[in-house]
């Protein structure tokens, strides 16, 4: 079975492989080059540019670059269905008498395509016109000899797998989201399944860094790099096709990793918040600032800015008396780490020596890299945007897909990293099922934790405590 190299060697540091093409200038079938580089071309060309033939087949950086920006301008069941046609009538594959030695010649590069589509795009056989035309596709290949018939049997089952494995993740993330209540409500109806904080469940921050890390990894894993298109894709009114970009699916995997941001912020503010000794809350902070550095250490920046945005929340950061008893250094140095001035300079000169470390790197601990997720997805919106305007002569901007698909490839490599820490499953329960506060259940704690200081903040309490605890 044809395996495909790792995402890492697929781009240089310019941007992409520069050797892709023979020498060429200008115009050519549709595509235009400069200094060997394509720039540009029709839709139409740069499908074309997709097929292999018996004499060509596409470069992998190609292949993944358009397969990955085409769905801003079509479905990929539309691209799958002129990839076959042509393949089809071009190595006239639909004729009866079909020389065997012809199919022996191009079987083993459309099957090749077809690999790499499905390792490296599965979700989009979710939809059924995938299936469909794939196994057609597929069929004519096996026709043609007993190992293709293998080949394309192992092709399948692999796909169906990662389908079925994504299916279960997916399945589990809704029972955690069934589950999770707002943790006010609990304390009102049983007060007792309370009594234990995150310092009782793990009481080395190091070790819930690396628990952190664990989730992290596994929630970045399933993220499909077409999320980071489809979620920006805009659904054409006239489309009346009811499973396309409009279908939550479609960016699913993504969306419960932007949620389990908000969970662990909020979870953050939560711990802090409950104690209702000051001694206990300083104490908890510290915990935190602790957690939050060790993420720094590893790698892990996303769980290193849901922490300090959950201890940057109102309900938190207005707890003074708290925070005068909090050695405060240390946090000072990681807000300065994630200080957004100048675009998050700190961060993106931190986050460039972690990805220079994991290039290099002789452990699996030194090659994690798990990048502030909201930056990076604003980042894609914006080269999603170059990607979306066609040049002034009808063609697609091939430089910008070029640029998209850097950036995509490198978090593909980010995200297949195997998490070096033992997992702890009584940790990882809580992380992610202990009932949080909302935002209101917070500001009540806070205020229940240290007085309104005006009477704006007065009349909140007054209005929480009637509201939530059915007081006055």
């Not at 190299?5 to 240089?12: E, K, N, S, Y």
């Not at 096709?241 to 503010?269: I, M, P």
């Not at 009808?394 to 070096?420: D, R, Y």
């Amino acid at each position: 079975m044809p395996q495909t190299p790792p995402f890492t060697a697929m781009f240089d540091s310019s941007g992409y492989n520069r050797n892709l093409y023979q020498s060429k200038e200008g115009n050519c079938g549709g595509l235009y080059y400069h200094d060997n580089n394509l720039l540009s071309g029709s839709l139409e060309a740069l499908i074309q540019h997709l097929v292999p033939n018996v004499d060509y087949y596409p470069d992998r950086t190609y292949i993944f670059t358009f397969l990955l920006s085409s769905r801003l301008f079509m479905h990929p069941y539309e691209l799958m269905a002129k990839v076959c046609h042509l393949c089809i009538e071009q190595q006239r594959l639909s004729e009866p008498g079909l020389d065997k030695n012809q199919i022996q010649k191009i079987a083993p590069k459309i099957l090749q395509l077809l690999t790499e589509w499905t390792e490296t795009f599965p979700y989009d056989f979710r939809d059924e016109r995938m299936m469909r035309n794939l196994k057609e596709l597929a069929q004519r290949i096996a026709s043609g000899d007993e190992i293709y018939r293998k080949n394309v049997q192992q092709l399948l089952q692999n796909l169906i797998r990662k389908l079925a494995t994504v299916s279960q993740y997916e399945e589990v993330l809704a029972k955690i989201n069934a589950k999770s209540t707002d943790r006010l409500m609990v304390i009102k109806t049983k007060p007792q399944s309370i009594e234990r904080d995150i310092i009782t469940v793990c009481n080395d921050p190091y070790v819930l860094a690396q628990q952190l890390t664990h989730i992290e990894l596994e929630r970045l894993n399933y993220i499909g790099p077409e999320e980071f298109v489809q979620a920006f894709v805009q659904k054409d009114p006239l489309d009346n096709d009811k499973s396309c970009y409009g279908d939550r699916k479609k960016t699913r995997n993504l969306e419960a990793y932007v949620e389990w941001f908000n969970r662990l912020s909020y979870l953050v503010a939560t711990e802090i918040c409950m104690p209702v000794k000051k001694k206990h809350r300083a104490r908890m902070i510290e915990y935190f600032i602790d957690v939050a550095r060790e993420c720094f250490n590893i790698g892990n920046f996303n769980s290193l800015m849901a922490i300090i945005s959950g201890m940057n929340m109102s309900p938190v950061s207005r707890l003074k008396k708290t925070w005068a008893k909090v050695k405060t250094a240390k946090f000072d140095i990681l807000e300065h780490q994630m200080d957004p001035s100048s675009n998050f300079y700190n961060y993106r000169t931190a986050l460039r020596g972690a990805a220079q470390r994991s290039l290099t790197a002789h452990s699996s601990r030194e090659k994690i890299v798990i990048p502030f997720f909201s930056l990076l997805i604003k980042d894609i919106y914006f080269l999603n945007e170059g990607c979306a305007n066609r040049l002034p002569n009808g063609h697609i901007n091939f430089e910008k897909f070029w640029e998209l698909a850097k950036q995509v490839s490198e978090f593909m490599t980010w995200k297949q990293v195997e998490c070096p820490f033992e997992r702890d499953r009584k940790i990882l329960q809580y992380l992610l099922t202990v009932p949080v506060f909302s935002d209101d259940a917070l500001y009540l704690a806070s205020y229940e934790s240290e007085s309104p200081e005006n009477h704006i903040e007065k009349d909140r309490w007054k209005t929480l405590r009637s509201s939530l605890l059915g007081r006055v």
